[in-house]
C-alpha cells in the first residue's frame, strides 16, 4: 500500500508555486549546489532503513503511548514551509507564519470559550506551555505554593524547582480523583492549583467543577493543563466528565498540545491567558531586534525566543481542513472516545479480565485475573501479556505497562494480596481515528494471545 504517494503531486505543485516567488528575487549564488542524485539516493535509502526500527506508530495495533503520525495536511504544510524556515519569534521573522499562529491562537480561545481579550501563542511544546503558564503563576503569587494532584505530570513539580517557589502535592484517591478537603485546608498557602484534563498515565478528567468552587471560595488561582484532553471539549457531550468542561473558559490559564490530539508533528504546544494584563510579566528588550510592524509581536508574550513558524502553517493547514468544530476535528476525537469505550467493554465482559476504571476520555487501564490473589502474579501476567504482543508483527500489539501503588490499587480489588508495593496493568492509548475500528481485533489479539 501506498500511504502518502498520492499527497506528493500537492507538494511538488506548492514547491513550484514558491519556487516561482523565489526566482522574482533574481538568481542568487547562494543556493547550495545540488548533491550528486545516486549520493542521495543512497543517503535517504539508509534513513529509511533507520525509520524501519520504529514501532508502528502509523497502525491502530499500536496502543502503547501518546504516538501517531501527523496528519497529511500537517507535514505537508511543515515540509512547505521549512523550505522558508521562518521564526516566529518577531513579526519580521516569518509575517505570513505570525499571522497564522494568532489565527489559530484565536481559534483555540474560541474552543475553549475565552472572549474579548486573551492572550496567548504557540510553544515548543507542552512542557513549555506549562513552565511558562506557572512563571506567570510565581509572578502573580510570590510568596505562595502552587499545587498539583500526584497523578499530574511530573513537569510541575520539576517546573517549581526550576522556577524556585514552593510545590504541592495534593493527594488522589484510587479513582484519580484529587482530595478537595485537603485543598481547602492548605487554600491559603496555596496561589495557583493546576487541574489536569487529562492525566497521562489514564486519562483521567480532574473535577474542575468543584476546583473553581473552592477557587471562588478562597481566591486562588486555576491553571488548566489540558495538554493531552483539551482537544476533547470539542465532543463534551459524549464525555462522562462534560459538566468539568463548561468551566474550562473559567480557568486563569490553559495549555493545550496540537501535536497531541491536533494531529500535528512533534514541536507545537500552546497556551493561553484569560486576562491579557499576565503579557507585563514577559516585557523585555533587545538591543539587536529590529520590528517591521509596531504590532505586539509573539516574542513579547513568551519566554521562549526562536519557534518553527512552519508548526504554525502545519496547525494552521489542519483546522482550514478540520476547524476546531465538534463536525470538524471534533468528530477525529470521537472516533477516538468510540475506540476507548468498545475496548472497555470487551475486557469488562471476558470474566479472565479486569477493567481498572471507566475511562474517562480514550485511555485504558486493564489487568488479566491472575490464578491466585497476588499483586505479584499480576506482575508477571502482565508482563509476559506486554512482550508476547510485541513478538507476533502480524497479529499482535503494542501496548504500555503503567504502574499503580499497592495501597490504592487494594483499595478498588481488596481480595487481593498485597505482596509487592506496585502493581502493574496493561495500558491502551487509543488515540488513532482507526482505533475505532479495530477495537474488536485488538480485544481478540489481546484475549488469543494471553492465553496461549
Given at each position: ?33 545540488l ?16 525509520l524501519e ?5 502509523h497502525?491502530?495495533?499500536y496502543a ?5 503520525p ?17 521564526n ?5 521573522g ?7 499562529e ?25 512542557t513549555i ?13 510570590p ?12 513537569t510541575?513539580s520539576?517546573?517549581?524547582r526550576?522556577?524556585?517557589?514552593e ?16 485543598i ?8 495557583t492549583v ?12 480532574e473535577?474542575?467543577s468543584d476546583?473553581?468552587?473552592?477557587a471562588?471560595k ?9 495538554a ?19 468551566y ?17 508533528p512533534?514541536?507545537c ?28 509581536h ?6 521562549e525566543c ?17 476547524p476546531?468544530?465538534e ?6 476525537l ?12 470487551r ?35 502482565n508482563?509476559a501479556?506486554?512482550d ?10 503494542h ?8 495501597h ?20 491502551s ?8 475500528g479495530?477495537?474488536d ?5 489481546l484475549?488469543t494471545?494471553?492465553?496461549?
Amino acid at each position: 500500500m501506498n500511504h502518502f504517494g498520492p499527497y506528493l503531486p500537492a507538494l511538488k505543485n506548492a514547491i513550484q508555486k514558491l519556487d516561482l516567488w523565489r526566482s522574482s528575487y533574481g538568481d542568487s549564488k547562494t543556493i547550495p549546489e545540488l548533491p550528486d542524485p545516486a549520493e542521495l539516493n543512497r543517503i535517504l535509502d539508509s534513513l529509511a532503513q533507520k525509520l524501519e526500527g520504529n514501532y508502528p506508530f502509523h497502525h491502530p495495533q499500536y496502543a502503547g503511548q501518546m504516538l501517531k503520525p501527523p496528519h497529511p495536511v500537517a507535514w505537508l504544510a511543515y515540509s512547505l514551509a521549512m523550505t522558508i524556515n521562518p521564526n516566529n519569534h518577531a513579526l519580521d521573522g516569518g509575517p505570513p507564519t505570525s499571522e497564522m499562529e494568532k489565527e489559530c491562537i484565536a481559534l483555540l480561545a474560541a474552543m475553549v470559550g475565552y472572549q474579548g481579550d486573551y492572550l496567548g501563542h504557540l510553544t515548543s511544546g507542552g512542557t513549555i506551555a506549562n513552565l511558562e503558564a506557572l512563571f506567570v503563576a510565581r509572578e502573580i503569587h510570590p510568596d505562595k505554593a502552587i499545587a498539583a494532584t500526584s497523578n499530574a505530570h511530573y513537569t510541575h513539580s520539576r517546573m517549581c524547582r526550576v522556577l524556585n517557589c514552593e510545590f504541592i502535592e495534593i493527594p488522589a484517591d484510587e479513582n484519580g480523583k484529587p482530595d478537595l478537603n485537603f485543598i481547602e485546608k492548605h487554600a491559603s498557602v496555596i496561589g495557583t492549583v493546576v487541574v489536569t484534563l487529562g492525566t497521562t498515565g489514564l486519562g483521567i478528567v480532574e473535577p474542575l467543577s468543584d476546583i473553581k468552587s473552592l477557587a471562588d471560595k478562597h481566591g486562588f488561582r486555576i491553571h488548566a493543563d489540558a495538554a493531552y484532553g483539551g482537544f476533547f471539549s470539542l465532543i463534551r457531550e459524549h464525555l462522562p466528565s462534560k459538566v468539568h468542561w463548561n468551566y474550562l473558559s473559567e480557568c486563569d490559564s490553559i495549555v493545550i498540545d496540537p501535536h497531541k490530539h491536533g494531529l500535528q508533528p512533534y514541536g507545537c504546544g500552546s497556551v493561553l491567558y484569560r486576562n491579557p494584563i499576565t503579557g507585563k510579566y514577559f516585557k523585555h528588550d533587545s538591543p539587536y531586534t529590529y520590528f517591521t510592524s509596531s504590532d505586539l509581536h509573539l516574542g513579547e508574550i513568551s519566554l521562549e525566543c526562536s519557534r518553527a513558524g512552519a508548526a504554525a502553517a502545519a496547525f494552521w493547514a489542519t483546522i482550514q481542513l478540520l476547524p476546531l468544530t465538534e463536525e470538524g476535528l471534533g468528530k477525529i476525537l470521537l472516533q477516538s472516545r468510540i475506540a476507548a469505550v468498545q475496548l472497555s467493554n470487551r475486557i469488562q465482559e471476558n470474566d479472565q479480565w479486569e477493567l481498572y476504571q471507566r475511562p474517562d476520555l480514550d485511555i485504558i487501564g486493564y489487568f488479566k485475573v491472575p490464578p491466585n490473589a497476588k499483586l505479584s502474579e499480576i506482575n508477571r501476567i502482565n508482563q509476559a501479556i506486554f512482550d508476547a504482543g510485541m513478538k507476533d508483527k502480524e497479529k499482535g500489539f503494542h501496548l504500555s505497562l503503567f504502574k499503580i501503588p499497592a495501597h490504592l490499587f487494594t483499595k478498588c480489588f481488596p481480595v487481593y494480596e498485597a505482596d509487592t508495593s506496585t502493581v502493574v496493568i496493561l495500558r491502551s492509548v487509543c488515540m488513532k481515528e482507526e482505533h475505532a475500528g479495530f477495537a474488536d481485533e485488538l480485544a481478540d489479539r489481546l484475549f488469543t494471545i494471553s492465553a496461549e
